[in-house]
């Protein structure tokens, strides 16, 4: 079955205690990307990734830390986390980057003591 | 930039139709539509392109205006399935057209 997967889906943690939530594409997709959810804010880009090794800004990076070092995988990493990132966070992979159908992942429910 | 979406809410009975706006500052060059039911994740429901055709997808429809930078999303005899919240997402014409922008959303509740 294709999808995106993310672990873990739900986490408490405390500031500052490093963190990282994974993301998983079996779809083959060169695109990949986080965003955050936020009530009233939408959906808002973290990070995204055109390929192995490209990765880029997107509207609200700070604080956060991503890497692609294999195609299929795009961790996102929050090394000093603080309460104002508890939130709602997706994994998103698609074929032709923003001009392509977007597949999210299930999401991972943050929230930062 | 996020594009703004009107109206935040909507409210239908079954039956009835609901437009959904979404517009931009910014010249664009693709807009996306995206629908996402309470704990779940958006799911695609369409994208147009500069210079393409109005879309459809069963009752559900949306047209892109170049010139305004606008984005209408039509829904018609709405049912109850199509309670969620509706997000439009933007690419900016440019090197790549890799980031998509979403708007705040558009909160649509159908009630019997």
């Known amino acids: 079955e294709a999808q995106v997967t993310q672990n873990p889906r739900y986490l408490i943690t405390v500031t500052g205690k490093k963190l990282t939530v994974t993301c998983s594409q079996n779809?083959?997709?060169?695109?990949m990307s986080w965003y955050r959810q936020d009530p009233g804010l939408g959906l808002r880009q973290i990070y995204y990734?055109?390929?192995?090794?490209?990765?880029d800004k997107g509207d609200v990076p700070e604080g956060y830390k991503v890497s692609r070092k294999e195609k299929r995988n795009f961790p996102l990493i929050l090394e000093s986390p603080s309460p104002n990132q508890t939130s709602l966070y997706f994994c998103?992979?698609?074929f032709g980057g923003g001009l392509g159908e977007q597949f999210f992942g299930p999401g991972t429910r943050l929230t930062v003591l | 930039q996020q594009p703004v979406q009107s109206p935040q809410a909507v409210i239908l009975r079954e039956g009835e139709d609901a437009v959904i706006n979404c517009s931009s500052s910014?010249?664009?060059?693709?807009v996306h539509w995206y629908r996402q039911k309470h704990g779940e994740a958006p799911v695609f429901l369409m994208i147009?392109?500069?210079?393409?055709e109005q879309k459809g997808h069963e009752k559900i429809s949306a047209s892109f205006n170049e010139k305004k930078q606008q984005s209408s999303l039509y829904l018609t005899a709405s049912q109850l399935s199509y309670s969620g919240t509706y997000f439009c997402g933007t690419v900016l014409p440019g090197a790549g057209s890799y980031q998509l922008t979403f708007g705040k959303g558009t909160k649509l509740s159908v009630i019997p």
């Open positions: 998103a992979s698609s």
């Open positions: 990734s055109m390929n192995v090794e490209v990765t």
């Open positions: 779809m083959n997709h060169e695109y």
């Open positions: 147009l392109l500069k210079g393409g």
């Open positions: 910014k010249a664009l060059y693709s």
